[in-house]
């Protein structure tokens, strides 16, 4: 068997001898003696590194393969078979970031070797792998959506959105790194988008083709921990998708958000978890395939109240980096009983801070960027009080010691502060603290919230 390598990083923790204890393999993890595995090497993955870092619960932390940031919370290492978890590390908790090896099944295959895992199973998982999957369940468990219509050619697709006229969603049905929506405002524009999945711009993702009706309101997301059959709430945020102020250009993964998202009133919020949190984790129940894990739902509030965008299969990225800092509860005690089957009663306490994370990214992003540049000044934004930056594509270089960009959103600058207006000044205080002129960001993250708050205001 191949053994695990660690990656050699410039930062990794020392853990107090207090906390150098192991629990045995398929053995249930004891109060403050606990390994976990994080798997992920992104912005979302050092905030739910940083996060667990801070419970008493954690005796060692690992993160597979991890980046520059997260050297400096869990020791990173490479890891390709997932029974070297159990084998080498004995973990007693795997928490997986990304919705790539889920939908790959890599829960099924821990969970197998008798390791308590946060994630779905690859097929509860293809509630994000398949949107056409997801639309047939929200169909039949009678969640609040949008029209739609599947197509497995391209020249059917054309011909139904001729008819349907604009604007229009066109929808690659797989996994497209939040990149496979086309929310067109022409028919021509929506024939593109057919013609760029036909001619392969998405890959095997693809095929069937979603068309849906463009629905009319405000975006925001839900956030949920599972165990498969009960779910607890972690908050709400609002992303922003497009690489442009002002909500212009291409869809990205995410250029910066917000949480608590002021949209997700209360009522808003009650209703959205009543009408598609809890119909989806008992109809799955019900199915046969219970869902255990991070549930994002990605919601549009219309005027006749939230209606469902998407499901994903995990925590959004750069979402989490504003979730979890409001998250008052043991982090790693809330993942391992969701791992467990015994979320039960459970609440999650959050604070009423505001939250805000601003992405920088490399020149050209979301299209082709250059890796390498020099990033300086992340230790000044961090000594600012309320503020912590994640880093979601960095590198230590090997000669110079410095960090480097090596992705095209590089770092997540998160402040925390009172209200929505403060941690928005204080983010960008921080983001101008860093110096990285290759590097890119957008204004106005948090503005559409502050808008609204001052509209209520009035």
Request: hydrophobic share 40%.
């Amino acid at each position: 068997m191949q053994r695990l390598k660690k990656i050699p990083q410039k930062k990794s923790p020392q853990l107090s001898a207090s906390k150098q204890l192991f629990t045995s393999f398929g053995q249930p993890a004891i109060a403050g003696n606990m390994n976990i595995l994080v798997i992920g090497s992104g912005g979302r993955e050092h905030a739910l590194c940083w996060k667990l870092a801070q419970s008493p619960q954690c005796a060692k932390l690992f993160c597979a393969p991890g980046n520059a940031g997260i050297a400096q919370v869990a020791e990173c290492v490479q890891l390709e078979d997932p029974e070297l978890i159990a084998k080498e590390l004995q973990i007693d908790l795997v928490i997986v970031g990304p919705e790539e090896p889920l939908v790959n099944g890599v829960a099924d295959t821990l969970r197998a070797a008798g390791i308590a895992v946060v994630g779905p199973s690859k097929l509860a998982a293809q509630i994000e792998a398949s949107k056409d999957f997801t639309k047939k369940l929200a169909e039949k468990y009678q969640i609040p959506t949008a029209a739609y219509q599947s197509f497995d050619t391209a020249e059917a697709a054309k011909i139904y959105v001729r008819e349907q006229g604009a604007p229009i969603v066109v929808k690659a049905d797989g996994l497209a790194a939040g990149k496979g929506v086309t929310v067109a405002e022409t028919v021509e524009e929506a024939i593109a988008a057919i013609d760029a999945i036909e001619l392969g711009a998405f890959g095997a993702a693809g095929f069937p083709i979603v068309i849906e009706e463009c629905l009319i309101g405000e975006e925001a997301s839900l956030f949920a921990l599972c165990d498969g059959e009960t779910a607890v709430m972690l908050g709400s945020a609002q992303d922003h998708k497009r690489v442009g102020e002002g909500d212009t250009g291409p869809n990205t993964g995410g250029m910066g958000t917000y949480s608590p998202a002021p949209v997700m009133t209360p009522s808003v919020t009650q209703k959205a978890w009543e009408s598609m949190i809890e119909p989806l984790l008992t109809g799955m129940a019900g199915d046969d395939m219970p869902y255990q894990g991070f549930l994002f739902a990605g919601l549009m509030i219309t005027q006749d109240g939230p209606k469902l965008i998407e499901y994903n299969c995990r925590m959004g990225d750069p979402e989490t980096q504003v979730i979890l800092p409001r998250i008052e509860n043991d982090f790693a005690e809330l993942c391992l009983k969701a791992a467990t089957g015994k979320l039960a009663g459970e609440q999650v306490r959050l604070s009423d801070d505001s939250t805000l994370c601003v992405v920088m990214a490399s020149e050209g992003y979301p299209g082709s960027y250059e890796k390498g540049s020099v990033i300086e000044g992340v230790d000044k934004a961090e000594a600012l009080e309320g503020v912590t930056v994640f880093h979601a594509g960095t590198r230590v270089g090997r000669n110079c010691g410095k960090l480097k960009a090596n992705g095209g959103r590089v770092l997540g600058v998160t402040a925390r502060a009172a209200n929505l207006a403060d941690a928005k000044a204080l983010a960008y205080r921080a983001v101008d603290s860093i110096d990285w002129p290759e590097g890119f960001c957008r204004r106005d993250i948090g503005d559409k919230g502050l808008a609204r708050l001052n509209k209520h205001a009035a």
